[in-house]
């Protein structure tokens, strides 16, 4: 980290690695789940970390009439201030279609899950593939 002085303020600058995160990829649904899912389903997309907290720490939101869909999730899209996707080394993405357009998981929802990253590391490729118990 470095810091500037300017008109007597004392400015801290970021490296730009922790500047903030970035998690990308791409989700496709696997064409045996298809006939299960409507074009207007919503598809929710969000990043939590692998290890802690479950709650999800960048959310974003598209249709099935998207997919496939290259997604970018960073920290302007955390959902509680402070807890972003540059606080954790490494996270998992799901992405899971809602018929009902909630949030919250529920029976006959479809969903697929990322391998375990590392934000602005690696990429984050999902194949939605399994029907929600």
């Not at 970390?49 to 598209?62: H, I, L, S, T, Y």
């Amino acid at each position: 980290m470095s810091r500037i002085l300017i008109l007597g303020l004392s400015i801290f600058l970021m490296p730009l690695a922790f500047a903030g995160a970035v998690v990308e990829g791409n989700i496709q649904l696997d064409p045996k789940l298809a006939k299960n899912a409507k074009p207007d389903d919503t598809v929710f997309i969000f990043a939590r970390a692998a290890q802690g907290p479950r709650m999800p720490v960048a959310v974003m939101r598209a249709k099935v009439s998207e997919l496939p869909l290259k997604y970018r999730l960073d920290d302007s899209m955390a959902m509680q201030p402070g807890m972003n996707l540059s606080h954790f080394d490494q996270v998992v993405v799901v992405a899971r279609i809602s018929a009902s357009g909630e949030a919250m998981p529920q029976k006959g929802d479809l969903e697929g899950t990322s391998k375990t990253v590392s934000p602005g590391k690696d990429s984050a490729d999902i194949t939605i593939n399994k029907v929600l118990p």
